[in-house]
């Protein structure tokens, strides 16, 4: 399949008046046409900034994009034109947020939202836009569409603007969605419901989906690659049945056995110790290693970069091999 996106070795720091926040140390990831990518990580990881810089949405100041490449097939939109970013933005990569009220404008009805991006961007007639959103929206599966476009935001509920949102976000048919944590503020049942149709709308158009999500749990089903991020590093990055079957960095491992299962009754779950560090002062050597429970003295000295262990997979981890056999 096609690849789309091309991340490579993002390096972005914030400015602040408490010194440079360090929020992206060299991330490099790829999407393919049809695939899901799962980018997993704790608040705080980078997987935001990364795909807010994507987008050429990252507030500047106070981020700078130090070093790096984002390649949208092959072309590099770090360097190209505002114009040319704004082209790309919407029709070819497009973004929804956990937030869906912060996204819709309270002021407009649903259905005035989408015609307008229609009008707008690609020229239809307010006839043709409003017939298109009423389709989008029974896309979405949004019941009585014809008579819901018509409603204001704050008259859906949370799953339903959600709903509301992705079909937003798909009114210019993009080949890349980015959802960045799109079911955290809602309720269980709710976020099976929105994944579910993230994952039969990815399927259908064969578009690139990028999930970003802290939690694992979410991702084993949907995702195809995984991408474990930890202080603005990749630290994993691995087939979904090979990451479960084995992970390869000691804080895949750590977030797997924080997991609840089904299987084990009476379980007793291992949580991580301490915090993720601060970006401003990101400790020498391995960043995880204050929390590692595998380090060993050359941890705290030597960055370990990511690197090759077979089947596609890499690891940000001095024992990678190590680890992963111990653990298959
Ligand atoms: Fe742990 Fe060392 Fe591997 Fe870092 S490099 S994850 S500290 S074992
Ligand atoms: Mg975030």
């Known amino acids: 399949n096609e690849l789309l996106l091309e991340v490579e070795d993002l390096h972005v720091e914030f400015r602040t008046s408490d010194g440079v926040a360090n929020v992206l140390n060299g991330v490099g990831y790829s999407v393919h046409a049809g695939e899901t990518l799962a980018v997993l990580g704790e608040s705080g990881s980078g997987k935001s900034v990364t795909a807010q810089t994507v987008m050429g ?15 949208w097939r092959g072309e590099d939109l770090l360097t190209a034109s505002e114009e040319r970013r704004r082209e790309v933005r919407g029709s070819e990569i497009a973004m929804i947020f956990q937030d869906a009220l912060s996204a819709l404008n309270p002021v407009f009805t649903v259905g005035f939202q989408i015609e307008e991006q229609l009008r707008v961007r690609l020229g239809m007639s307010k006839k043709d836009a409003r017939k298109r959103a009423i389709e989008l929206l029974d896309t979405v599966r949004i019941p009585a569409a014809e008579r819901r476009i018509k409603d204001y935001p704050h008259q859906f509920s949370g799953g339903m603007r959600q709903r509301a949102m992705i079909a937003m976000s798909l009114a210019l048919d993009p080949d890349l969605l980015i959802a960045d944590e799109p079911t955290t503020a809602l309720d269980v049942t709710v976020q099976a419901q929105i994944m579910d149709l993230l994952g039969e709308i990815q399927a259908e158009r ?57 299987d084990l009754k009476g379980q007793t779950l291992e949580t991580i110790k301490g915090l993720p560090p601060s970006l401003l002062d990101i400790p020498p050597g391995c960043p995880f290693h204050p929390r590692c429970k595998r380090a060993e003295a050359r941890c705290s000295e030597e960055v370990p970069p990511p690197h090759g262990i077979g089947f596609g997979r890499t690891s940000a981890c001095h024992f990678a091999e190590e680890v992963v056999n111990s653990r298959a």
């Open 57 to 71: 949405i990252l507030d500047m100041p106070p981020g700078v994009i130090t070093a790096g490449a984002v390649r």
């Open 206 to 262: 064969k578009m690139g989906l990028v999930l970003i999500t802290h939690d694992l749990g979410v991702v084993a089903e949907v995702a195809d690659r995984i991408a474990v991020m930890y202080a603005g590093r990749i630290v994993e990055q691995a087939d979904v049945v090979e990451l479960f079957r084995a992970p390869a960095h000691p804080y895949t491992a750590a977030l797997m056995d924080s997991l609840p299962r089904l």
